[in-house]
């Protein structure tokens, strides 16, 4: 399951509060803190198999909501457009700092860039 | 409930899709084509009071997820980092315009209003 790690962390960042406490508990210790279903069985004194089906239905609960709402989708696609904004900025303030040295082009161009990090967090 | 609709439509077109298909239908008729109750009630054939239950607990439904989840939030945040890039890219072409007449640079800040526009779409 752990080959799906970024998959999930996105599922759980933004899904995550829909499951209950125990299904929260187990799939933030599995994928983010990244202890193995046995050390997780251990500790809640559970089966191993029982580990696994309370994180294999937190994973299929948020999947389908994801698959109904498409919100996860709707965020990743930003991506290039807050790409292409960062890289033409950067290209500004380059011509700027080699041709004209304008103080206040600096300025915008790094509070872009500044914006274009906050956004992309 | 219709002075809600800016909300309204948000936690429908985010959520729109967790809902039943009816919950759907009552629910974008009466916010999204602006019909009354009562006609979407003679349209379907159930009481005026009937269709409201529907579309409540649509709205309770959608609104829980919001709650939980936070997304149309975070969705909104957004906003005024858009605000602030699409206002620099703005003045850094006028300072361009009015000084340099950097084609290039024209080109650039009008790039990154494209891409914001897109963005805020």
């Known amino acids: 399951m752990k ?6 962390t996105m599922l759980f960042d933004f899904y995550g509060e829909l499951l209950t406490e125990r299904q929260k508990e187990f799939f933030d210790l ?3 803190e990244d202890l193995s279903l046995a050390e997780i069985a251990e500790n809640a004194g559970i ?5 696994r ?3 294999v239905r937190a994973e299929t609960a948020m999947q389908e909501v ?5 919100i996860i989708k709707r965020f990743e696609a930003q991506r290039p457009h807050m790409d292409a904004i960062e890289a033409a900025a ?3 303030k380059t011509i700027n700092f080699r041709r004209y040295e304008d103080p206040r082009v600096t300025e915008l161009t790094d509070l872009i860039a500044k914006e274009i990090s906050i956004l992309k967090e």
Chains 1, 2 share one sequence.
């Open 66 to 70: 994801e698959d109904k709402t498409g």
């Open 53 to 55: 089906d309370v994180i």
């Open 3 to 8: 080959n799906q790690t970024y998959r999930m």
């Open 47 to 51: 089966s191993r198999q029982g580990v």
């Open 30 to 32: 599995y994928y983010n």
């Open 90 to 92: 950067a290209e500004v």
